[in-house]
């Protein structure tokens, strides 16, 4: 008699295990295997984790053989544990990578254990498998609970990980020194306070910025003035210092990141960079402005926001000024984005929440300050604003994401307002085109063109993006423009006639592809990261000339007397490549600063100043002839 007959119930196949074992190893090899490989694999390694456990899911509910109880109560409880799960991450992982950092740290885990436990429990009771899948998905999902990141690099993704309740770089600066950058001598007083903005705490999820008001109708607005407006004397240089070797601010005089007038040994193993002084620094991505042997940046310690001044030989702390202001976000982390500009014995910053500070830069005491968020309604985009001031003549602009607004230097008024154009993460750049100065800037429009006398527009070009590198020159007046990490590089043509204004698509180069990382333009070529990798062109015709070296999202500066580039690598190396057009050549490499380095590195004379979130040091390059 067959058991149909008997009225027994009909013995369950096994479950078929072996597609979801097969998914999982090709899971965790794609995952984490291939990219430690093959820098090329970074991609396929991100998405794996999402594929890969939609196969698993897509496997376990047609080609199991389970129950469908079991196949549907999984796939509620995976989806369930995830998002429950979401809920108690740590702020850096709930909000990183736009919000599903979490679920591409935790897929990779969840698909693979999920399969593990069909393996391990198929020949136990029901009771145990389920009671055991619970347990098996909660803990994969759980185990993110105990972490955080200190974000990722851009270049191969890579997340900075701690344990949750291990005190973040910031957090034991600000214990051991104080909240100080060091025992420091008074600053100058000023009348008033600036603008307040809201706090949020190191490792929380920073306080919601509220809506910028619209900009106020009167040029005046809230200004707090120091009672002289005349330009301080800077002290004198000390003993044995050059002058004139000075960086006045982001990329250098002209924002182009080239070193002029210097001349230094290539051979590093022979004269290597010499440290002359190593110091931690709190966070944020400003690099360095120098002057007269002193040096400024931009940091962040606790809820302060801090223009700091350093001595250049020594690393010693001068003075800080302090705006209770804290901007943070899980990819970059916190801190102020742009970096000083020095011009008349004065500091001008811009910080990443919209404060704009003019300060002694001998004391730092404050001369005035404005909050540019509010003076134009704008809102603070996503990485915070990221542009560095641009004094020319009597005012200093800044650029609040896709907007510029004017002031003057000496009374903080406010002079003009330029057209609103969204998003953007780049700087003013002063051009001359066709004999007219004008003020450029790179925005999710494209490129557009004002007055500097009033902030007209003169001209735009649109190109949709996101972008953070500057526009740059070349030689015959065009103008070399990226606005997102795929775009390429694009020459526009810039004519000026009785009909106004027009600019042109001469070519697109997909040779190279700058991210943040700026390119710089030299005899013909444009020098620059194409991704991590650093890449020539032909301005001629936007041709690559060669591709080599791996730096991840690096910084680089052109010593163009030389033709050698000065490259900072992402992992916080020092390395020194030829300019050459023929092939890549890397001259030397050697150790520089530990951590995530994204801030653009500064030569001024034969000192490099280099720095990151975490730490900055100042060395000597041995000079040619010398």
Request: charge should be neutral; glycine fraction near 12%.
């Amino acid at each position: 008699m067959t058991i149909a007959q008997k009225g027994e119930p009909k013995p369950r196949k096994p479950l078929r295990l072996w597609p979801g074992v097969i998914i999982a190893i090709l899971l965790l090899l794609l995952r984490f295997a291939a990219p430690a490989v093959f820098s090329g694999a970074v991609f396929v390694g991100a998405v794996a984790g999402p594929l890969g456990m939609l196969a698993i899911i897509l496997w376990w509910l047609f080609f199991s053989r389970a129950a469908w109880s079991e196949r549907l109560g999984a796939l509620g409880l995976i989806v369930v544990a995830l998002f429950a799960t979401r809920r108690i991450v740590d702020v850096s992982i709930a909000t990183g990578a736009m919000g599903i950092l979490f679920f591409f740290l935790a897929l990779p885990t969840v698909g693979p254990a999920f399969v593990a436990w069909a393996v391990v429990t198929r020949r136990l009771p029901d009771r145990i498998r389920r009671v055991s899948m619970v347990a098996t998905v909660l803990l994969a999902c759980g185990v993110w609970t105990l972490v955080r990141t200190g974000g990722f690099t851009a270049s191969d993704f890579r997340n900075d990980l701690h344990w949750r309740w291990t005190k973040t770089a910031e957090e034991r600066l600000v214990a051991a020194s104080g909240n100080a950058p060091g025992a420091l001598p008074p600053a100058g007083t000023a009348v008033a306070t600036p603008v307040s903005l809201p706090l949020a705490q190191p490792g929380t999820e920073p306080a919601a910025q509220p809506a910028a008001p619209a900009a106020a109708p009167d040029v005046e607005g809230p200004v707090v003035v120091r009672p002289t407006s005349e330009p301080a004397t800077l002290p004198p240089a000390p003993a044995g210092m050059e002058t004139g070797a000075d960086w006045p601010g982001f990329r250098g005089p002209h924002r182009d990141d080239i070193v002029a007038g210097v001349k230094i040994k290539t051979d590093w193993t022979a004269s290597p960079p010499v440290q002359m002084w190593r110091r931690p620094v709190g966070p944020g991505w400003s690099s360095f402005a120098v002057r007269g042997g002193l040096i400024y940046t931009q940091e962040q310690r606790g809820p302060d926001e801090v223009v700091t001044c350093y001595k250049l030989t020594t690393g010693d702390p001068v003075w800080a000024h302090r705006d209770a202001a804290r901007f943070w976000e899980s990819n970059g982390g916190p801190g102020p984005r742009g970096t000083p500009t020095l011009a008349n014995g004065r500091v001008y910053t811009f910080g990443a929440t919209g404060i704009v500070n003019v300060l002694n830069a001998a004391d730092g005491a404050v001369v005035w300050s404005r909050n540019a968020a509010s003076d134009t309604g704008m809102k603070s985009p996503q990485w915070g604003f990221a542009s560095s001031p641009l004094v020319v003549g009597d005012a200093v602009i800044v650029a609040t994401a896709g907007q510029l607004v004017a002031y003057d230097i000496a009374t903080g008024a406010r002079r003009w307002t330029g057209p609103a154009h969204g998003v953007s993460y780049s700087s003013p750049q002063l051009a001359t085109i066709d004999g007219v100065r004008q003020v450029l800037l790179l925005s999710e429009a494209g490129l557009t063109s004002v007055a500097l006398a009033d902030g007209k527009l003169l001209w735009e070009y649109a190109w949709l993006g996101y972008p953070i590198v500057q526009p740059a020159l070349t030689a015959d007046g065009d103008v070399l423009i990226s606005v997102t990490d795929s775009s390429g590089t694009r020459r526009l043509g810039v004519t000026h006639g009785t009909a106004g204004w027009s600019a042109a698509e001469r070519w697109t180069s997909n040779g190279l592809k700058p991210y943040f990382n700026d390119f710089v333009v030299h005899d013909g070529y444009a020098f620059g990261f194409d991704g991590s990798i650093l890449a020539c062109i032909d301005l001629k015709d936007g041709k690559r000339k060669w591709k080599g070296g791996r730096y991840g999202n690096g910084q680089l500066v052109l010593l163009g007397d030389q033709d050698v580039l000065l490259v900072l690598t992402e992992e916080g190396e020092l390395a020194l490549v030829s300019a050459g057009t023929d092939q890549f050549k890397e001259l030397a490499r050697v150790p520089g600063i530990e951590g995530k380095t994204w801030n653009h590195p500064v030569v001024a004379g034969d000192v490099l100043l280099v720095r990151n979130g975490q730490e900055m040091a100042g060395f000597r390059l041995a000079l040619a002839g010398r």
